[in-house]
C-alpha cells in the first residue's frame, strides 16, 4: 500500500510566478491536511479538506493561497504570485474514512524555494 | 501564550542513554496527544498516540499524559544512532477541526 505522496518534491519558483503542489492520499484515505514547515519552524496547520469540500481553512493566508481537493485526482495546494517568504517546506497528510480520525500519515512534502 | 510548547534543543546524548522530551500546552480542550519522529528532509512519522491520561508503552518508547498539568512526554529507553531525528509533539481538541498543533520540534542526535 503506498504511502501519501507528493510531487514535486522540489519546486523553484522566481519572485511572482505561481507554484502548484500536488498530494495523493493513501488508498482508502478521503481527508487531506496541508502543513507548512517555515526553517527553525514547527509544523502550522494550514487547510483541511474532504473530496469536493473544504472543512477547515483557518490556517491558509487570505491571499494568494488556495486548496482544493476535487472527485478525481489529487488534492491540489496553489500559491500565486509567490514571494520570499513562501520558501518552506508544505506537507500534506491523509486519514482513513470511517476509522479513527486521530492519525495522520504525512508525505514527504514538496520543497518550495523562491528566487 | 502558544498552544503547544517545546523545547527546540538541541539535545544530545551517549548511545544506550535515556531520553526524556517534553512538551506543555495550554488548552485544556485538547486531548489527543501524538509524538512524531521526522528524519531529516523527510515527512514527519507517527510513532505514538494517546488521548488519556497516564502512560502507554511501544517497545523502547513510553508516552505519558498528565492532563491535569498540561504536560506530555516521550521516553526512548537505550537510545540508538538511528533515534536522531527531530521529535514533534502534536496535539488535537476534541469537537473542533481534525487539526493538529504542532510544537517545534527537537532535534536529538545519539552519539555511537
Partial sequence: NAGVMQNPRHLVRRRGQEARLRCSPMKGHS??????????????????????????????????????????GPSILRIQQVVRGDSAAYFCASSPTGRSLHEQFFGPGTRLTVL | QKEVEQDPGPL??????????????????????????????????????TYSSGNKEDGRFTAQVDKSSKYISLFIRDSQPSDSATYLCAIRQTGGSEKLVFGKGMKLTVNP
Fill in chain 1, 31 to 72: 481527508h487531506v491536511y496541508w502543513y507548512r514547515q517555515l526553517p527553525e519552524e514547527g509544523l502550522k496547520f494550514m487547510v483541511y479538506l474532504q473530496k469536493e469540500n473544504i472543512i477547515d481553512e483557518s490556517g491558509m493566508p487570505k491571499e494568494r493561497f488556495s486548496a482544493e481537493f476535487p472527485k478525481e
Fill in chain 2, 12 to 49: 544530545s546524548v551517549p548511545e544506550g542513554a535515556i531520553v526524556s522530551l517534553n512538551c506543555t500546552y495550554s488548552n485544556s480542550a485538547f486531548q489527543y496527544f501524538m509524538w512524531y519522529r521526522q528524519y531529516s528532509r523527510k515527512g514527519p512519522e507517527l510513532l505514538m498516540y
